[in-house]
Nanobody
């Protein structure tokens, strides 16, 4: 059974930093690209960042480029999202997701975590 478990969300003031993590079990983590998505109240889920199987390639939404960094540790089966210079608009539930293949191009998101809340106060 594949399981994705997020952690590290919380409450932070604008301008602050936070790191969320996602531990993956039940599959060969290093064979799959990973991504982060978020959903704010009343809005649709949106893409935030993605990373390929070995961390060599990443992709970011324009809204977080230069402020967020996605990384992975294949020895720990964990993907991270380091968030800097947070703004209230970053408030959302953050979800990690695995891709069905080694890249985030041409492959679907096949598993999702339960989400972790990030709240940024002004």
């Amino acid at each position: 059974q594949v399981r994705l478990t997020e952690s590290g969300g919380g409450f932070v003031q604008a301008g602050g930093s936070l790191r969320v993590s996602c531990a993956v079990s039940g599959r060969t983590f290093s064979s799959h690209a990973m991504g982060w998505f978020r959903q704010a109240p009343g809005q649709e889920r949106e893409f935030v960042a993605a990373i390929n199987w070995n961390g060599a390639y990443t992709r970011y939404a324009d809204s977080v480029k230069g402020r967020f960094t996605i990384s992975r540790d294949n020895a720990k089966n964990t993907v991270y999202l380091q968030m800097y210079n947070l703004v209230p608009e970053d408030t959302a539930v953050y979800y990690c997701s695995s891709y069905s293949g080694p890249d985030y191009h041409g492959y679907d998101n096949d598993y999702w975590g339960q989400g972790t809340q990030v709240t940024v106060s002004s």
